[in-house]
């Protein structure tokens, strides 16, 4: 599994904006090319669900609730993936994680808070 490290979050009122960071940090720079990244959330009570995805070969996929709100990107050379949060609505509070696959392994952040005040 690789270790991943997310950092970003915090509490904005409703409409700002939050950037969150993954990175992975021992990863070896070829295999960090070839993951498949993501971002997904969770509230209590519920499942996790996908937020945002970015293949190895940068395609990219969203949840219908933060299509032309949030943006996605890799950054290979700095083994890191980023989730841009724009026009935060109270609905997207949840802990947000990070997630990698590499040749059926998946690995998972340990998770960061994401606070929208109504």
């Known amino acids: 599994q690789t270790r991943l490290v997310e950092s970003g979050g915090g509490l904005v009122q409703a409409g700002g904006s939050l950037r969150l960071s993954c990175r992975a940090p021992?990863?070896?720079?070829?295999?960090?090319?070839?993951?498949?990244m993501s971002w997904y959330r969770q509230t209590l009570g519920k499942d996790r669900e996908l937020v945002a995805g970015i293949t190895s070969d940068r395609n990219t996929h969203y949840a219908d609730s933060v299509k032309g709100r949030f943006t996605i990107s890799k950054d290979n050379n700095k083994r890191a993936v980023i989730l841009q949060m724009n026009n935060l609505k109270a609905e997207d509070t949840a802990v947000y994680y990070c997630n990698a696959v590499f040749q059926g392994q998946t690995s998972w952040g340990q998770g960061t808070q994401v606070t929208v005040s109504a």
């Open positions: 021992s990863a070896i720079l070829s295999t960090f090319w070839s993951m498949d």
